[in-house]
Nanobody
């Protein structure tokens, strides 16, 4: 009943920038927390950044000062601006949102994943 569609991934050089977008659609009543996770090959999925419905943000230490999470509630969209990218940032990035469904209960939904590759 809810779809999260990601865009913005790609291949960049170290020091480059990308902006990821994730737009939610469907039977949405309200969206609470939204976040970005990433998973490198052979690694556990890691929470990168989260933003609450009120705009409070948190980041994993490795991206602080380089990444910025934001959201546009009118568009049901969350963004991740990634600057000063490093090879260690290479991963598949997934957005996640806790969504209240119309006449339903909240649940977590995932985007399809977007590959971010930072060449060395």
């Amino acid at each position: 009943q809810v779809q999260l569609v990601e865009s913005g991934g790609g291949l960049v050089q170290p020091g480059g920038s990308l902006r990821l977008s994730c737009a939610a659609s469907g039977r949405i009543f309200n969206i609470n927390d939204m976040g970005w996770y990433r998973q490198a090959p052979g690694q556990q999925r890691e929470l990168v950044a989260v933003i609450t419905s009120g705009g409070t943000t948190n980041y994993v230490d490795s991206v602080k000062g380089r990444f910025t999470i934001s959201r546009d509630n009118a568009k049901n969209t969350v963004y991740l601006q990634m600057n000063s990218l490093k090879p260690a940032d290479t991963a598949v990035y997934y957005c996640n949102a806790k969504v209240w469904i119309i006449r339903g209960r909240p649940d977590n939904y995932w985007g399809q994943g977007t590959q971010v590759t930072v060449s060395s």
